[in-house]
C-alpha cells in the first residue's frame, strides 16, 4: 500500500463518518436555519469548536447568499473550500529537513503516541538513507526508556539512554554529543509526557530546547507536538502553551484510525498557524504519514 | 480543572443576577450561554444540548421566574441537573462475596490503563486495607509489562506475568489460579490499549470477560478527550457491559466536558478520577463536589479530607495553641509550608476553596510557583535554631541576612521579604485566632495578598532548590 492509500484508509472513518452524516442531513433540501443547524451539529461533532464552527457557518450563509445557492448540498464544495483555506501556507513536511544536522525534539502531553511516533519516524528517515539516532529524554514514564530502545532494535537505530530518573536535559546533551561524533543526520528526541499546566514540567523543556540551540548552532531544529487526535478543545491550549516554551515547528496528528475526528487542527492552525505534518494511522511502523490537507479535506468530503 | 467553565456559568448567571424577575428570554439567552460554555468545556453537542433544554423547561415551568431570587434558583437548577448528569451520589469500588474481586481496565491506547491500575492498586492497599494482585495482560505496546513491573514495585504490590509469547487469556487464567493460591482479595488486570472499532481485540476482551467473569470492568478515559468520548464510552458499554469508568488527566487544564458525557451516555459511575502523575495520585469521585466546583462554589469537602489525611491533630492543636500566645516562629511555619505541600499542588489546593477561583486566576498568568516554597525553606533552613524563634535577630542584623541569603543561595532582598511577610502574617493569625468572623475574613484576603506578592517579586530570577517531581 503506498502511503496515498494508507493515509485514504486512515482517515477512511473519519471520512464515512462525516460524510455520511452530510449526506443524511443534506441532500436535496432547500437551505433554511435547520440545514445550517444540522451542519453546526457536523461540525461541532468533529471537536471543530465552537468558535471554528461558528466562523465557518457564517462564511458559508455569506457564500451562499452571493453565489444565491438553494439546495444544502450545493453548500459542501463550498465549505470544502473555506476548511481548505485555514491549511494555507502548511508546509510540505521535509522542508526542515536535509541540510546539515537535524535534531527533531518530540513533545506533547501523556499518552499521546510520543515514543510509538518517534519510532515510526526512525524508520521513516532511515529508510530514505539518513543516518539516525534517538535519545531516551522520557527518564520519568516507568519503562520508557525500554519502550524505546525496543523501537530502536525493531527499526535498527541506536538509543542514547540513562537510567529513569536522570535528568532528561542530560540524556538529550548526551545525544547531541553521540550524534556529532559518528556524524548523524538526525537526532529524534523522545521527552516524557507533560501536562502544559505544570509550569515546572514545562521549564525543564524550555532548558532542553535550549540546549538544543546552544548545542547544535547551525542545525535545524524541529519541535513536533503529537496530539492525540481523540483530544478535544485542549488540544488548542497544548499548542499554545507548547509553542510558547519551545517554538513548534510542526504538529503530529496520531490515533487518526479511531473514530475520532481530530477537526481541533482545523482551529490550531487557524489560531496559531502551525503546520500539520504527519498523521499517525496505526501501530505498525509505516503507519505514519506526511499530512496532505488536500487529503484531509478531500477525505471528508468524499462521496457527498 | 473546570475553571473556563465555571467562569462562563458565572458570567451567564452574572446578567441573571443583576435582574430579579427574569422573563423566558432572559433564562433563553443564559442557558445560550451554557450550552456555548458546554461545548467549549468538550461535552457532547447532543447532551449540551438535552442539558439546557432540560433546565430552560424547569426554570420556565415552575414559580421560578417570579420569585425575586430568581437568578439563585436557575443557579440552583443547574448545580442539581449537573450532579444528576453525573451520577448522584459516589460510588465505590465493587467486593465480591467471594474473594478475589476481579477488576478489568479497558480503554484506548494512551488514556492512562496502567497507571490507573497501579494507583489503584495502592489505594486498595493503603486506604481499604486489601491485599490486591497486578496481572500485566498488555502483551502488544513495547515494554508495557516491564511498566507496570516498576509501577509495581514502587506501590508494594505484586504483578503477575508470564513469559513473553503468552496470550492474554492465558495470562489472565494463571493470574487467577495465583491470586487463589496466594490469598489476594483483588485481581487488577491491565489490557492492552484498543480501539473500540478494533474488532480483533475487542473480541479478546470478551474473552478475557468469559475467563475471569469480572465484578468490575472499569473504562479509563482520558478526561482531555473530545466529542469522540461518546463513541469510545458506547462501543465499549455495548461490548462489554462496563461497571464504571476512570476519568485521567484531571490535573490538567482541561475543561473535562467528558465526565459529563461518558456518565451520561454509559450510565455508568464515574468511580475514579486521576489528578496527577505520582501513584496516590487517585480519588474517589464525587459528582456533588465536582458539580459545586463547576458553578464555583468551591470543593470544601474534599479539601477538609486532605487536610484532615495530612494535618496530625495534635500538632494542630498545639499549632493553635501558640498562634493564640503568639509564638509562632519560623519553624512552625515551615512546617506548616511542608504540611500544605504534601497536600497536593497550591493551584489545585486554592481551586477547592470558594471564592478563591477569581484569586487561583489571577495567580495563574504568574504561576504560584511551587519552587518558592523550595527557597523559604532553604532560607529558614539556612538560620540557626535560635533565630528561626526569634526572627527579630536577623531582621535586626545586617550581617546575619547577609549570611542567611549567601547559605541559601537567595538575595538579601528575598530574606527581607520572606521576614516582612512572616511578620505580617503573625500579625494576622494573632487577629485570627481572636474572637470575630468579619475580621477572620480580612484575614484570608491579607493573607492571599502577601502570598502574591512574593510570587510576583521574586519571579524573574532563578532559583535553586527546584521541586523535584
Redesign the interface.
Known sequence: MGFFQRLKSGLA?TRQAFTDRIRDVLGRRKIDDEVYEDLE?IL????L??STTEALLSALMKEAKRKKLETADQLIPVLRDLILETFAGNEPVESNVGKGMTVILVVG?????KTTTIGKLAHHYLASGKKVLMAAGDT?????I??L???GERAGVDVIKQN?GADAAAVIFDGIQAAKARSADILICDTAGR???????MEELQKIHRIIKREVPDGIHEVLLVL????????I?QAKMFNEVAELTGIILT?L?????GG?VIAIKQELNIPIKWVGVG?GMDDLQPFSEQEFVEALFEQV | MFDTLTNRLQGAFQRLRGKGRLTEEDVKEAMREVRRALLEADVNHVVAKEFTDRIREKAVGQEVLQSLTAAQQVVKIVHDELIELMGGTQEKIARASKPPTVVMMVGLQGAGKTTAAAKLARYLLTQEHRRPLLVAADIYRPAAIDQLKVLGEQVNVPVFSLESGAKPQEIVQSALAEARRGGYDYVLVDTAGRLHIDDELMHELDDLVTIASPEEILLVIDAMTGQDAIHVAQSFHERLHLTGLVLTKLDGDTRGGAALTVRHVTGCPVKFVGTGEKTDALEPFYPDRLASRILGMGDVLTLIEKAQATFDEKEAKDLEAKIRRNEFTLEDFLNQLRQMRNMGPLDQLLGMIPGMNKLKQQLEGKSIDESQIGKVEAIILSMTKEERQKPELVMKSSSRRVRVAKGSGTQVKDVNQLLQRFEEMRKMMKMFSGPGGKRKMRGIGDLTSAMQGGSNATQTRTHRHKKKR
Not at chain 1, 484510525?257 to 475526528?261: I, L, P, V
Open positions: 472513518k451539529d461541532l461533532g468533529a471537536d469548536g465552537v502531553v501523556n499518552g499521546v503516541g520519568f514514564r516507568a519503562a520508557a525500554e519502550q530502545v525496543v523501537w529513569q501536562l502544559q499546566n505544570k509550569a515546572h514540567l492525540d487526535a481523540t483530544t478535544g478543545q485542549n488540544a491550549v490515533k484510525d479511531g473514530t475520532a475526528k481541533v501501530e
